[in-house]
């Protein structure tokens, strides 16, 4: 589900293991990747990761957070992506699209197995949330 992609975006959560940065390593090279921390990215390696990325594309401003709660309301952005409650949602609110991919990995609780995929173009910034197979 990932081909194609231009450029990959992980909004936290990776892991509490040491080999969990491999996931990152995988996902780097597949394609640019730009990653902020979750509450369970604790070991050492996960150090180095943003609390928040701000991010243009094709002159669409993107703000990545792990938790929504997070979000400063008066940043300056057009779409703002995030995690942590592992459930989708692809929805404009007061201008924004408010996006969260949901959770790729192992099943969080009751929630269906997702990925988002963003296009961000002349045609304008949408979203669509992808169901995986297991």
């Keep these: 589900?990932?081909?194609?992609?231009?450029?990959?975006?992980?909004l936290g959560?990776?892991?509490?293991?040491?080999?969990?940065?491999e996931i990152l390593e995988r996902l780097a090279?597949?394609?640019p990747l730009y990653t902020v921390r979750g509450n369970i990215d604790?070991?050492?390696?996960?150090?180095?990761l943003p609390m928040t990325q701000d991010l243009v594309v094709n002159?669409?401003?993107?703000?990545?957070?792990?938790?929504l709660a997070d979000f400063a309301p008066d940043?300056?952005?057009?779409?703002?992506?995030h995690g942590h409650s592992h459930k989708p949602r692809n929805e404009w609110q007061d201008g924004r699209l408010l996006f969260?991919?949901?959770?790729?990995g192992r099943r969080r609780f009751t929630l269906p197995i997702t990925v988002g995929k963003l296009w961000a173009d002349a045609r304008g910034l949408r979203g669509a949330i992808l169901h995986l197979p297991i």
């Design 1 to 10: 589900m990932l081909d194609g992609c231009e450029l990959l975006l992980h």
């Design 13 to 21: 959560d990776v892991g509490s293991r040491e080999r969990d940065e």
């Design 29 to 31: 090279g597949m394609a």
């Design 42 to 48: 604790t070991p050492d390696w996960a150090e180095r």
């Design 59 to 67: 002159g669409w401003r993107l703000h990545l957070v792990h938790d």
């Design 75 to 81: 940043t300056s952005c057009d779409a703002v992506l």
């Design 100 to 104: 969260n991919p949901g959770g790729g």
